[in-house]
Protein backbone atom coordinates (compact mmCIF):
# COMPACT_ATOMS: atom_id res chain seq x y z
CA UNK A 1 0.00 0.00 0.00
CA UNK A 2 1.46 3.37 -0.76
CA UNK A 3 1.24 6.58 1.16
CA UNK A 4 1.64 9.39 -0.15
CA UNK A 5 3.24 12.50 1.66
CA UNK A 6 1.03 15.44 2.41
CA UNK A 7 1.44 18.40 -0.28
CA UNK A 8 2.51 21.14 2.44
CA UNK A 9 4.96 18.58 4.01
CA UNK A 10 6.96 17.86 0.88
CA UNK A 11 7.01 21.93 0.58
CA UNK A 12 8.08 22.20 4.20
CA UNK A 13 11.07 19.44 3.53
CA UNK A 14 11.90 21.15 -0.01
CA UNK A 15 11.96 24.69 1.53
CA UNK A 16 13.92 23.44 4.21
CA UNK A 17 16.64 21.59 1.77
CA UNK A 18 17.13 25.00 -0.18
CA UNK A 19 17.56 26.93 2.71
CA UNK A 20 20.63 25.11 4.42
CA UNK A 21 21.50 24.66 0.48
CA UNK A 22 21.47 29.08 0.77
CA UNK A 23 23.09 29.16 4.38
CA UNK A 24 25.86 26.78 3.44
CA UNK A 25 26.46 28.82 0.13
CA UNK A 26 26.67 31.98 2.18
CA UNK A 27 28.51 30.52 4.55
CA UNK A 28 31.03 29.40 2.33
CA UNK A 29 30.88 32.96 0.44
CA UNK A 30 31.83 34.72 3.75
CA UNK A 31 34.48 32.27 4.58
CA UNK A 32 36.28 33.15 1.32
CA UNK A 33 35.51 36.73 1.58
CA UNK A 34 36.96 36.54 5.46
CA UNK A 35 40.25 34.60 4.08
CA UNK A 36 40.87 36.52 1.11
CA UNK A 37 43.92 38.45 1.25
CA UNK A 38 43.95 42.30 2.25
CA UNK A 39 44.08 44.93 -0.27
CA UNK A 40 45.94 48.25 -0.13
CA UNK A 41 42.57 50.23 -0.73
CA UNK A 42 40.40 48.29 1.99
CA UNK A 43 43.11 50.43 4.11
CA UNK A 44 43.09 53.80 5.34
CA UNK A 45 46.41 55.90 5.34
CA UNK A 46 47.00 59.28 7.19
CA UNK A 47 48.66 62.18 4.68
CA UNK A 48 50.41 65.71 5.35
CA UNK A 49 49.28 68.26 3.18
CA UNK A 50 51.90 70.47 1.20
CA UNK A 51 54.38 67.42 2.83
CA UNK A 52 57.23 69.50 1.59
CA UNK A 53 55.74 73.15 3.29
CA UNK A 54 58.98 74.49 5.46
CA UNK A 55 56.76 77.90 6.65
CA UNK A 56 57.95 81.76 6.35
CA UNK A 57 60.70 83.58 7.82
CA UNK A 58 60.54 86.15 9.85
CA UNK A 59 60.93 88.97 7.56
CA UNK A 60 59.07 87.08 4.62
CA UNK A 61 56.31 86.94 7.43
CA UNK A 62 55.73 90.85 8.05
CA UNK A 63 55.73 91.31 3.84
CA UNK A 64 52.72 88.88 3.79
CA UNK A 65 50.77 90.52 6.53
CA UNK A 66 51.44 94.00 4.73
CA UNK A 67 50.28 92.48 1.19
CA UNK A 68 47.47 90.29 2.16
CA UNK A 69 47.23 88.72 5.98
CA UNK A 70 44.21 87.22 4.79
CA UNK A 71 46.31 84.25 3.24
CA UNK A 72 49.16 84.93 5.65
CA UNK A 73 46.45 83.23 8.12
CA UNK A 74 46.59 80.02 5.28
CA UNK A 75 50.62 80.05 5.66
CA UNK A 76 51.31 79.88 9.04
CA UNK A 77 52.08 75.96 9.42
CA UNK A 78 55.55 74.08 8.56
CA UNK A 79 56.10 70.24 8.57
CA UNK A 80 59.23 68.62 9.39
CA UNK A 81 61.35 66.78 7.11
CA UNK A 82 59.91 64.21 4.62
CA UNK A 83 62.20 61.38 6.94
CA UNK A 84 60.49 62.50 10.01
CA UNK A 85 57.17 62.35 8.51
CA UNK A 86 57.65 59.25 7.26
CA UNK A 87 58.83 58.11 10.81
CA UNK A 88 55.99 59.39 12.41
CA UNK A 89 53.79 57.16 10.36
CA UNK A 90 52.67 59.23 7.72
CA UNK A 91 52.02 57.70 4.27
CA UNK A 92 50.92 60.44 1.85
CA UNK A 93 53.16 62.74 0.78
CA UNK A 94 52.30 65.66 -1.33
CA UNK A 95 54.65 68.00 -3.31
CA UNK A 96 53.74 70.64 -5.28
CA UNK A 97 56.30 71.09 -8.20
CA UNK A 98 57.27 73.87 -11.13
CA UNK A 99 58.75 73.74 -14.31
CA UNK A 100 62.39 74.54 -14.41
CA UNK A 101 63.72 73.02 -17.73
CA UNK A 102 66.15 75.33 -18.31
CA UNK A 103 67.00 76.50 -14.33
CA UNK A 104 66.97 79.76 -12.40
CA UNK A 105 63.61 80.59 -13.13
CA UNK A 106 63.06 80.94 -9.37
CA UNK A 107 66.58 81.17 -8.07
CA UNK A 108 66.02 84.58 -7.16
CA UNK A 109 62.30 85.11 -5.34
CA UNK A 110 60.49 88.52 -5.34
CA UNK A 111 60.12 88.48 -1.64
CA UNK A 112 63.74 88.89 -1.09
CA UNK A 113 63.93 92.10 -2.51
CA UNK A 114 60.71 92.83 -0.80
CA UNK A 115 62.37 92.53 2.65
CA UNK A 116 65.47 94.35 1.25
CA UNK A 117 63.26 97.30 0.10
CA UNK A 118 60.89 97.27 3.41
CA UNK A 119 64.83 97.23 5.81
CA UNK A 120 64.07 94.03 7.02
CA UNK A 121 66.62 91.88 7.83
CA UNK A 122 67.10 89.27 5.70
CA UNK A 123 66.07 85.57 6.50
CA UNK A 124 67.84 82.63 5.57
CA UNK A 125 68.57 81.40 2.21
CA UNK A 126 65.55 79.87 0.62
CA UNK A 127 67.76 77.08 -0.80
CA UNK A 128 71.30 76.36 -2.13
CA UNK A 129 71.49 78.95 -5.12
CA UNK A 130 73.30 76.56 -7.17
CA UNK A 131 71.00 73.51 -6.73
CA UNK A 132 68.15 76.47 -7.91
CA UNK A 133 69.90 77.26 -11.27
CA UNK A 134 70.35 74.14 -12.32
CA UNK A 135 67.03 72.33 -14.78
CA UNK A 136 64.91 70.51 -13.50
CA UNK A 137 61.47 70.55 -10.94
CA UNK A 138 61.27 72.94 -8.21
CA UNK A 139 59.25 71.97 -5.17
CA UNK A 140 57.46 75.09 -3.53
CA UNK A 141 54.11 76.31 -2.65
CA UNK A 142 53.85 80.33 -4.63
CA UNK A 143 56.57 81.06 -6.93
CA UNK A 144 58.54 84.32 -5.86
CA UNK A 145 56.40 84.42 -2.52
CA UNK A 146 57.15 80.83 -0.49
CA UNK A 147 59.12 78.80 -1.75
CA UNK A 148 60.97 77.37 1.42
CA UNK A 149 60.71 73.52 1.65
CA UNK A 150 62.12 70.92 3.43
CA UNK A 151 63.78 69.56 -0.28
CA UNK A 152 64.61 70.91 -2.94
CA UNK A 153 64.90 70.17 -5.80
CA UNK A 154 62.32 67.68 -6.94
CA UNK A 155 64.90 64.61 -7.46
CA UNK A 156 65.86 64.92 -4.22
CA UNK A 157 62.62 64.64 -2.67
CA UNK A 158 61.92 61.67 -4.12
CA UNK A 159 65.77 60.56 -3.14
CA UNK A 160 65.12 61.20 0.11
CA UNK A 161 61.69 59.17 0.18
CA UNK A 162 63.71 56.35 -1.76
CA UNK A 163 66.58 56.16 0.74
CA UNK A 164 63.64 55.86 3.71
CA UNK A 165 62.17 53.07 1.50
CA UNK A 166 65.00 51.17 1.09
CA UNK A 167 65.82 51.30 4.89
CA UNK A 168 62.07 49.58 5.62
CA UNK A 169 62.02 47.09 3.19
CA UNK A 170 58.42 46.10 4.40
CA UNK A 171 56.92 49.40 4.66
CA UNK A 172 53.21 49.88 4.47
CA UNK A 173 53.22 51.46 0.87
CA UNK A 174 53.86 55.18 0.41
CA UNK A 175 51.55 57.36 -1.65
CA UNK A 176 52.74 60.21 -3.68
CA UNK A 177 50.55 63.14 -4.50
CA UNK A 178 52.33 65.95 -7.03
CA UNK A 179 50.69 69.13 -7.91
CA UNK A 180 51.67 70.16 -11.44
CA UNK A 181 51.28 74.11 -10.34
CA UNK A 182 50.04 76.07 -13.09
CA UNK A 183 49.38 79.70 -10.97
CA UNK A 184 49.55 83.01 -12.82
CA UNK A 185 51.19 85.90 -12.26
CA UNK A 186 48.78 87.82 -10.03
CA UNK A 187 48.92 90.87 -7.97
CA UNK A 188 49.73 91.72 -5.24
CA UNK A 189 51.95 89.11 -6.03
CA UNK A 190 55.38 89.96 -8.21
CA UNK A 191 55.88 86.30 -9.28
CA UNK A 192 57.33 84.97 -12.59
CA UNK A 193 54.76 83.09 -14.64
CA UNK A 194 55.26 79.29 -14.51
CA UNK A 195 56.03 76.83 -17.03
CA UNK A 196 53.03 74.97 -18.78
CA UNK A 197 52.62 71.17 -18.31
CA UNK A 198 52.17 69.85 -21.93
CA UNK A 199 53.63 66.39 -22.81
CA UNK A 200 56.86 67.12 -23.22
CA UNK A 201 56.95 68.31 -19.24
CA UNK A 202 55.23 65.53 -18.41
CA UNK A 203 57.21 63.39 -20.00
CA UNK A 204 60.55 65.06 -18.33
CA UNK A 205 58.10 63.99 -14.91
CA UNK A 206 58.37 60.84 -15.82
CA UNK A 207 61.62 60.32 -16.50
CA UNK A 208 62.60 62.49 -12.79
CA UNK A 209 60.49 59.80 -11.30
CA UNK A 210 62.46 56.91 -13.00
CA UNK A 211 66.10 57.86 -12.62
CA UNK A 212 65.40 57.75 -8.76
CA UNK A 213 62.57 55.11 -8.62
CA UNK A 214 63.51 51.72 -10.82
CA UNK A 215 61.10 49.48 -12.13
CA UNK A 216 59.79 47.88 -9.51
CA UNK A 217 60.06 50.28 -6.69
CA UNK A 218 56.89 51.74 -7.55
CA UNK A 219 53.65 50.61 -8.59
CA UNK A 220 52.48 51.39 -11.60
CA UNK A 221 49.04 51.61 -13.93
CA UNK A 222 50.20 49.00 -16.02
CA UNK A 223 50.91 46.63 -12.84
CA UNK A 224 47.27 47.57 -11.66
CA UNK A 225 45.42 46.87 -15.03
CA UNK A 226 47.15 43.46 -16.02
CA UNK A 227 45.47 41.71 -18.71
CA UNK A 228 42.07 44.44 -18.82
CA UNK A 229 41.27 46.40 -21.24
CA UNK A 230 41.19 49.99 -19.16
CA UNK A 231 42.46 50.89 -15.96
CA UNK A 232 39.03 51.30 -14.72
CA UNK A 233 37.81 48.09 -15.29
CA UNK A 234 40.62 46.70 -13.36
CA UNK A 235 39.94 48.34 -10.42
CA UNK A 236 36.09 47.63 -10.46
CA UNK A 237 36.56 43.92 -11.37
CA UNK A 238 39.29 42.41 -9.97
CA UNK A 239 40.23 45.19 -7.66
CA UNK A 240 43.53 46.58 -6.59
CA UNK A 241 46.69 44.77 -5.49
CA UNK A 242 47.18 42.91 -2.54
CA UNK A 243 48.40 44.83 0.63
CA UNK A 244 51.23 42.14 0.59
CA UNK A 245 52.04 43.25 -3.01
CA UNK A 246 52.28 46.96 -2.36
CA UNK A 247 54.39 46.88 0.21
CA UNK A 248 57.88 48.29 0.05
CA UNK A 249 56.91 50.35 -3.01
CA UNK A 250 55.43 53.59 -3.28
CA UNK A 251 52.72 54.73 -5.51
CA UNK A 252 52.64 57.97 -7.38
CA UNK A 253 49.11 60.19 -8.13
CA UNK A 254 48.56 63.31 -9.65
CA UNK A 255 46.86 66.00 -7.98
CA UNK A 256 45.57 68.61 -10.26
CA UNK A 257 42.91 66.71 -12.86
CA UNK A 258 43.17 69.03 -15.79
CA UNK A 259 46.17 67.91 -16.27
CA UNK A 260 45.37 64.78 -16.96
CA UNK A 261 43.85 64.84 -20.51
CA UNK A 262 47.94 65.41 -21.54
CA UNK A 263 49.36 63.05 -20.22
CA UNK A 264 47.32 60.57 -21.46
CA UNK A 265 48.23 61.45 -25.10
CA UNK A 266 50.09 58.31 -26.45
CA UNK A 267 48.90 56.48 -23.10
CA UNK A 268 45.73 55.34 -23.58
CA UNK A 269 44.70 54.07 -19.73
CA UNK A 270 48.02 55.42 -18.45
CA UNK A 271 50.19 52.84 -20.36
CA UNK A 272 53.78 53.24 -19.79
CA UNK A 273 52.86 55.90 -17.54
CA UNK A 274 54.52 56.09 -13.67
CA UNK A 275 51.48 58.21 -11.95
CA UNK A 276 47.56 57.50 -12.00
CA UNK A 277 45.42 60.51 -12.63
CA UNK A 278 42.91 62.22 -10.51
CA UNK A 279 40.42 60.99 -13.35
CA UNK A 280 36.44 61.20 -13.32
CA UNK A 281 34.96 58.15 -12.08
CA UNK A 282 33.78 56.09 -15.22
CA UNK A 283 36.97 57.23 -17.09
CA UNK A 284 39.09 54.78 -18.88
CA UNK A 285 42.23 55.72 -16.36
CA UNK A 286 39.92 56.41 -13.42
CA UNK A 287 41.44 54.32 -10.74
CA UNK A 288 42.43 57.61 -8.22
CA UNK A 289 40.14 60.40 -7.67
CA UNK A 290 39.79 62.94 -5.35
CA UNK A 291 37.05 64.50 -3.38
CA UNK A 292 38.61 67.13 -1.02
CA UNK A 293 35.88 68.78 -0.11
CA UNK A 294 33.48 65.82 -0.76
CA UNK A 295 30.47 64.54 1.87
CA UNK A 296 30.77 61.38 3.41
CA UNK A 297 27.77 59.69 1.32
CA UNK A 298 29.39 60.67 -2.00
CA UNK A 299 33.01 59.38 -1.05
CA UNK A 300 32.14 56.09 0.68
CA UNK A 301 30.06 55.57 -2.47
CA UNK A 302 33.34 55.73 -5.22
CA UNK A 303 34.72 53.70 -2.04
CA UNK A 304 32.89 50.58 -2.67
CA UNK A 305 33.24 50.67 -6.05
CA UNK A 306 37.01 50.01 -6.16
CA UNK A 307 38.24 53.71 -6.16
CA UNK A 308 40.81 54.90 -4.19
CA UNK A 309 39.92 58.23 -2.77
CA UNK A 310 42.14 61.11 -1.19
CA UNK A 311 39.95 63.81 0.72
CA UNK A 312 41.33 66.43 3.13
CA UNK A 313 40.27 66.17 7.14
CA UNK A 314 40.89 69.57 7.46
CA UNK A 315 41.55 73.04 5.15
CA UNK A 316 43.28 76.44 5.72
CA UNK A 317 44.31 75.82 9.35
CA UNK A 318 40.51 76.54 10.15
CA UNK A 319 39.46 73.29 12.47
CA UNK A 320 42.27 73.63 13.67
CA UNK A 321 42.31 76.63 15.61
CA UNK A 322 39.05 75.84 17.09
CA UNK A 323 39.65 71.68 17.62
CA UNK A 324 36.81 71.23 15.55
CA UNK A 325 36.79 67.31 14.79
CA UNK A 326 33.52 67.09 13.04
CA UNK A 327 35.29 67.03 9.50
CA UNK A 328 37.98 65.20 10.40
CA UNK A 329 35.63 62.29 11.85
CA UNK A 330 33.33 62.52 8.89
CA UNK A 331 36.07 61.99 6.60
CA UNK A 332 37.42 59.09 8.60
CA UNK A 333 34.14 57.10 8.53
CA UNK A 334 33.38 57.99 5.03
CA UNK A 335 35.86 54.99 4.05
CA UNK A 336 38.55 57.35 2.08
CA UNK A 337 41.99 55.91 2.12
CA UNK A 338 43.91 58.57 1.58
CA UNK A 339 43.03 61.25 4.73
CA UNK A 340 45.09 64.34 4.07
CA UNK A 341 45.76 67.01 7.36
CA UNK A 342 47.98 69.63 8.31
CA UNK A 343 48.36 67.97 11.87
CA UNK A 344 49.33 64.16 11.67
CA UNK A 345 50.41 62.52 14.65
CA UNK A 346 53.17 63.86 15.54
CA UNK A 347 52.28 67.71 14.30
CA UNK A 348 49.36 68.50 16.75
CA UNK A 349 47.73 71.88 16.97
CA UNK A 350 48.40 74.11 19.56
CA UNK A 351 44.80 73.33 20.09
CA UNK A 352 45.28 69.82 20.47
CA UNK A 353 43.59 69.18 17.11
CA UNK A 354 45.53 66.00 15.31
CA UNK A 355 44.40 63.42 12.97
CA UNK A 356 45.83 59.77 13.95
CA UNK A 357 44.59 56.39 14.34
CA UNK A 358 44.60 54.91 17.83
CA UNK A 359 47.60 53.24 19.07
CA UNK A 360 49.66 55.30 17.44
CA UNK A 361 49.01 53.00 14.24
CA UNK A 362 50.10 53.99 10.78
CA UNK A 363 47.16 52.82 9.10
CA UNK A 364 44.02 51.13 9.98
CA UNK A 365 41.05 48.87 8.61
CA UNK A 366 38.86 51.01 6.42
CA UNK A 367 35.26 50.87 8.35
CA UNK A 368 33.94 50.28 5.31
CA UNK A 369 35.29 46.90 4.66
CA UNK A 370 33.66 45.04 7.42
CA UNK A 371 33.37 42.05 5.90
CA UNK A 372 37.14 41.54 5.10
CA UNK A 373 39.39 39.90 7.50
CA UNK A 374 41.92 42.64 8.51
CA UNK A 375 43.47 42.80 11.42
CA UNK A 376 46.25 45.49 13.38
CA UNK A 377 48.92 42.96 12.92
CA UNK A 378 48.84 42.88 9.13
CA UNK A 379 49.19 47.13 9.07
CA UNK A 380 52.50 47.02 10.41
CA UNK A 381 54.59 49.96 9.20
Known sequence: MRFRVPRHTAIAHHAAHLLAAMLACCSTL???????????????????????HAGLGASEAIIWQRLDPATLAMLDYAHPSLTKQLD????????????????????????????????????????????????GFKVMHIQDMDQRSNCQPFKACLAEIRAWSRAHPMHLPIFILVETVLSPARKPYPVVEPEPFDRKALDALDAEVRAVFPHGAYLSPDDVRGRFATLNAAIRQQGWPTL??????????????????????????????????????????????????????????????????????????????????????????????????????????????????????????????????????????
Open 30 to 52: AIAMQSAPLRLNQVQYIGSHNSY
Open 244 to 381: QRARGKVIFLLDQRWVGPAYLQGHPSLRGRVFFTNAAPGTKDAAFTERNDGDAASIASLVRQGYLVRTRTDADLKEAAHNDTTRRDAMLASGAQLLSTDYPDGEPAATGYVVSFPAHLHARCDPLFTHVRCTSAELSP
Open 88 to 135: DGVRQLELDVYGDAKGGRYAHPAIDELVRQAGLPPDPPLADPAVMQRP
